[in-house]
């Protein structure tokens, strides 16, 4: 190692400086090239513990997005696929999952039994309003070979409960009709509005079912989470709460017959299940390829790019259409996606097991 010894300096300007190693050296420097000398060395002794901070903070894990999933699971195949990416992506905590529509119970059972077979039974799980469905239970029989489910927690109880006790924080995830929610707005709407924002499956803006760019566009419908229970809808556009709706626009994501072969191929418990619940959906519709509509929704809250939101005035009118007006904007829209970068997020996703991390 060198030493450096500085000396007073001389009549001409310049400063003496001595190296000091087995033999010793007097040079002679101008006074700015000592002043460069001095700064190299406290950097380079600086580096260490500046490298050491960057690298803390770049390893400081970022907070976890709390959500409450609302789902009509058991119907279309898409809930569970949302349900497995939920638990799949480490963006996400989960507070717990209100089941929606039609037989609650029956949906409350089923989820029961995919959190048990995938490693997550403590998470909360309240069953929601019973209503008159005529949608198809596909996977009824799935639900049915599970464990007995007894209801402890009530869907509305359990929104306002958790809002309360975490104003603020709590992403309400909605991938069902909308009826728990409404009830939640009606019984507390100042409550409600402690929920830090709405994530919501519903709505059509400019394209319907089946307007996939192949052809002529048919134009916005109304689309089956909103006109199944229109008054909770328009209570949720007039709530105040802000809203990020995933519509017809942006989740006619189609897994193909080679998407699904790599997905079930997996072999995990994960895939195990998706694969038992989408065979029963399949063969009850008699249609081999799933629409995964619900799966945006989660997959823009684990990461939002996938899905760039565009400000609207919102207003659902009575026939469940959600038509876009004049106005301050009540609701954040996302119009297009890219499938193809869906898929290679969420896929990789639902297939690594449950003792693995997940690819970023």
Known sequence: MIHFVLSLPLSSGNILLRLSARNGITVIL???????????????????????AQSGAAQAPAAKTKIILDTDIG???????????AMRSPEIEMVGITTAWGDTTLRARLVQRFLKENGAPEIPIAVGIETKSNANFSQARWAQDGDEFHKRLEA?????????????????VAIGPLTNIGAA????????????????????????????????????????NIYSDVAAAQKLFASGVPIFMMPLD???LMLDEVKRNIL?????????????????WAERNRTPTAT??????????AQPGLCPVMQFHITVDAQGFTRPGAGAANASACLASDSERFFHFVLPRLMVSATSSPRQ
């Open 156 to 172: 509305v109880d359990f929104l306002l409960e958790q809002a309360r006790k975490a104003p603020g924080e709590i992403t309400l």
């Open 264 to 280: 079930f191929s997996a072999g995990t418990a994960m895939t195990s299940s998706l694969a038992a619940l989408y065979y029963q």
């Open 292 to 301: 995964l509509f619900d799966v945006m929704a989660v997959a823009y809250v």
């Open 250 to 252: 942006s989740t006619q």
């Open 185 to 224: 707005m009606e019984r507390d709407a100042t409550t409600f509005k402690k929920f830090k924002r709405v994530v919501l499956m519903g709505g059509s803006i400019k394209k319907g079912y089946g307007d996939l760019g192949y052809a002529p566009d048919h134009g916005p419908q109304p689309e089956y």
């Open 30 to 52: 101008k006074p700015r090239i000592v002043m460069c000398l001095v700064c190299s060395a406290a950097l380079l002794g600086a580096g260490p513990a500046i490298s050491e």
């Open 75 to 85: 119907d279309d195949i898409d809930d569970a696929f949302a349900l497995a990416l």
